[in-house]
């Protein structure tokens, strides 16, 4: 397909602003060359598309509020976030590539580990940076880099669909951190099946399941392990569960991408949460929630090196 016409979505500058309690005149410093850094690229990103013969508009990421459409292409601006954000207002039928504006510099974060964290910003499904951008999207352009079909996560809450599909992870707990998130769960076949599996019922501090590409973030650092990127099934652990017996072997596992997990929320109130806190919702004492890899997938440039990776 010919690529005419590029959406570009910005990370906004201010995000990077100190707050007026911050005084530090090294992470002053550090916070003002993040918004440079980030600044410089989106000059220079919107430099080289206009260098092509395509037609293109820059939008912020805050100023979505629709489906993305009428577009061959999008291209973020900003780190992980921005890429998060974006997909949620996109279909299967437009890829996505990702451009990190300001990465992490090791040195950087080990020079000041002992006065503050320099960490940038994230760029793990982001394919180009600056230095690479040009070559990248002539790629792009001229058909020889491909996209990727990420597997995203459908999620319904008594038969109704929620219309964000979640790129890393959906996290269903209380919405106090400190209180207990009761309910139970089954895995089952998405093909009507006879065969049902034990239910198994839970007091924990909630639910996440996560999709390949999240299995390397928080999942992870709750003791998850990584996924193959273009898996296509998803992964789930009861946080903190307080189990005893043979039901904390279920405490962690797998949703095959023709099984979905069918949840019942038995606390007064809880929030389904997806891809971070922004986007959420409220669900109460018996509702039932359904979670598989049905949603539409996402088309995105993938960084190869992520693609090479074997299984972990
Ligand atoms: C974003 O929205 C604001 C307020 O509606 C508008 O002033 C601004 O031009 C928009 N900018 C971009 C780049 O989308
Ligand atoms: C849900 O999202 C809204 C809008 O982004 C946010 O203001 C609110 O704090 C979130 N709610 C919870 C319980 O995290």
Known sequence: MAMKRLLLLLKPFNVSAPPPSQTH????????SRHKMHHEAVNFCQAIVKKKSVQWKAVLRNNLSEPIKDVDMV??????????EASHYMDDTIPVLGVNSDPTRIEEVEK???????????GHLCAATVE??????????????????????????????????ALND??????????????????????????????????????????A??????MHSAGGFPMHILSQDLQYMVREP????????????????????????SSRRGVIYIDGSHVNYSIKNGDFIQISSKAPVLKIFLPHQLLQLKNT
């Open 75 to 84: 291209v973020t601006v900003g780190g992980d976030g921005t890429l998060l």
């Open 132 to 165: 690479n951008f040009e070559q990248v999207l002539d790629g792009i352009l001229e058909g020889q880099i491909v996209p990727s079909k990420l597997t995203r996560i459908m999620t319904s809450v008594n038969a109704h669909q929620l219309s964000t599909f």
């Open 242 to 265: 307080i189990s005893h017996g043979a039901v904390s072997d279920f405490m962690h596992g797998l949703v095959e991408h023709d099984q979905k997990m069918d949840t019942t929320w």
């Open 25 to 32: 005149p090294q992470v002053l410093h550090f916070l003002d």
């Open 112 to 122: 000041f580990s002992s006065e503050f964290d320099a960490t940038r910003s994230t």
């Open 213 to 218: 590409a999240g299995s390397t973030a928080a």
């Open 170 to 211: 959906i996290l269903v707990a209380h919405p106090c951190p400190a209180s207990l998130s009761r309910f139970s769960f089954s895995i089952n076949s998405l093909a009507p099946s006879p065969k049902t599996s034990p239910r198994v019922n839970c007091r924990s501090s909630g639910l996440r399941v996560s999709t």
